[in-house]
């Protein structure tokens, strides 16, 4: 078999100018004048070239219907790509009959695609090998395309005939659609079944010896099945599961926290106030909002357990498994929401089956779907106003304490109960957006006491777990000791400096810079301290516990020793994960930086000659978001590439400089350098 890179691309139209042509036509006078045995020869050529002259051109017809048929494919492709584009949008604007229609039609489409191009109009062309492996290429693809809209269709369809259509799927008077929800899992099932199949079908499709724009077709293809046969994965394990968190089976009971990341926690912000909810067969209802500061402190620790050793030994010190207002210093939300799933159950008495946290910005996205809120005495409170409003307006506005937590209680609960309640227009795009925006700032966190629920919200991305993923990992926590909402003033840098060594180890730098910009008065000590309680800082002093987290097997060299007061500076493992804490005091209008090197083992990989170095940064919500900027050495003979977006390559290193944003999962590839 011909190499592809050897394979000769012969003109149709060059191929037809080396036909024999007759150079000369005689008249029959002229022939009787010759020799019987030239004249028989000479009789016999017209007829032979008239044959082949035949065959040419119908031949040439032939070329110019493949030519034609395979143009007007060409023109057709466009078109299809379009309607799907089409469908996509218009499902996200709930039109759920267009999207059916579109998917129908383009699916129809495409495997008119995979038919004319094995259609005998296109056996000339087929007769170059790399023509024919590029039809064959097309055709495979079409069908795959053709399974994966047809799967699209069908979910559609039974979106469509369900009464109420795509808006039966939104929260609607307090109320999750659990029944409609179980009913679409057969169907989702289905189309997850067949966009596997059809991706198998495009990855089989070779990638190379085809035409380029058709091998640019396949990586598309790929790159947009890959996630959609995972969210659909992720969707029929929704439905089998979500009923069952909202009460389809039998009654849940959840506690919801208020987060307040004005005073910083491991796990975004303090929790100072918290609502009841209830679940029955998708309704939910909510209780008296609480504040934690009421909750009881048993003398004994003892009764509630702690979820590992490592955090018992790390947190007991600053309240232990018994205080609710300090149970989340640690920044894996599951092990703090399971302490207070037992803290509810072994001090008050009462079992409920998860906890879920929110915070200002999970107010901010829930607003814009359902609009404002009332609040009594306050007006009207809109998503634009809403974080300003509970992180700092509040607290001027309210003189008494407890009366604004139970403020910011309250605007969890309305806002919490807006959503479900759904306005009538608000399609599950929107509904999906706003938990999409939760979730990546960790600002809507959900803990089910049962296994398999909680292994959902892990792949949701809902549970808030300390997780390093592979390679290398990086968090940088703040806890706060101030005693007020002083971290609202509070700037943040974090600074990441990678040297790749042998055999997967990493070295690392990594500096941890904090601006206070609260003032020494002017504002309440509420906000900028000092507590009531006896301390030795001053009003506008920032005082908080700083805990660097590395992946497992990371060994810390370099540790700021700076301390404060008898706290001193530790190294520990919690949950598994290295970690190197301080205290630390910053006064009003100055700042500290803190530098620490580490070494991490297995922090990236070998793959082929290529060195692949990933990169798991864990973000902490704040008030004001942490820049984060990654800098990673370019190792001796290598040159990156297929660098993400927003990448450069400036001075040496590979420097990612990332706006505020939520977590970062990181993977550069490394490739040795060409002569």
Known sequence: MNDPDDIEVVDLRQLVDTIPRQRELLPPSELNDRPRGAARHRARRPWLRALVGGLAVFGIGWAVLAVVSLVSLRADVPGTRDALLDARAVLNDGDVGSATDLF???????????????????????????????????????????????????????????????????????????????????????????????????????????????????????????????????????????????????????????????EARGTGGFFGAYVVMDAVEGELSFGRVGE??????????????????????????YGGSTRIRSI?????????????????????????????????????????????????????????????????SAYSLIGNPIERKRLIGNVAASTLQGFLDGPGDVTPSDVLDALGRMARRDSLLIHSARPAEQALLERTGLAGELDHGDGDMLAVILNS????????????????????????????????????????????????????????????DNVGYVSVYGAPGTTFHEIPDIGYGDYETTESVELGYPVASTWMLIPSMRS???????????????????????????????????????QIRIPDGFEPVDLPEDVAVAHGPVTIVEPPRPHLALAVRFRPAGP
């Open 292 to 317: 934690t500061l009421d909750l009881p402190v048993p003398a004994d620790g003892s009764v509630v357990e702690w979820v590992d050793p490592s955090l018992q030994e790390r947190w007991e010190i």
């Open 328 to 392: 989340n210093m640690t920044p894996d939300f599951p092990s703090a929401a399971t302490m207070i799933e037992r803290y509810w159950a072994a001090v008050l008495g009462e079992e409920v089956d998860g906890v879920i946290a929110v915070d200002p910005y999970a107010f901010e996205a829930m607003l814009e779907v359902n609009g404002p809120i009332e609040l009594p005495g306050l007006g009207e409170i809109a998503s634009e106003d809403v974080v300003e409003f509970v992180s700092y």
């Open 481 to 540: 000791g101030s005693g007020s909402k002083i971290d609202y003033f509070l700037d943040r840098t974090v600074r990441y400096d990678v040297t790749m060594g042998d055999g997967g180890r990493v070295d690392t730098i990594i500096r941890a810079g904090f601006v206070n910009n609260a003032p020494a008065s002017g504002e309440l000590a509420y906000m900028i301290g000092p507590p009531d309680t006896p301390v030795d800082f001053v009003a506008g």
């Open 592 to 630: 500290r930086e803190l530098i620490y090197s580490a070494t991490t083992p297995e922090a990236w990989e070998q793959d082929g000659e290529d060195r692949v170095y990933r990169l798991r940064y864990v973000h902490q919500v704040t008030v004001r978001p942490t820049e984060l900027q990654v």
């Open 104 to 262: 129908d039609v383009a699916a129809g489409d495409l495997q008119d695609i995979a038919d004319r191009v094995s259609s005998p109009v296109v056996a000339p062309v087929r007769l170059i090998p790399h023509y024919r492996r590029t039809l064959d290429a097309v055709g495979d693809l079409g069908r795959a395309g053709g399974l994966a809209a047809s799967a699209a269709a069908k979910v559609t369809s039974a979106l469509a005939e369900g009464e109420g259509g795509l808006g039966a799927l939104t929260p609607r008077d307090g109320r999750i659609p659990v029944q409609r929800i179980a009913e679409l899992g057969p169907v989702l099932e289905a189309a997850s079944a067949d966009v596997v199949t059809a991706l198998e079908m495009a990855r089989a499709v070779p990638a190379t010896g085809v035409d380029e724009a058709v091998a640019e077709g396949r990586a598309e293809f790929i790159d947009i099945m890959e996630p959609t046969a995972e969210q659909l994965a992720l969707g029929v394990e929704i439905t089998q599961v979500l009923p069952a968190v909202f009460g389809a089976d039998e009654p849940r009971r959840y506690v919801v926290m208020a987060s307040n990341p004005t």
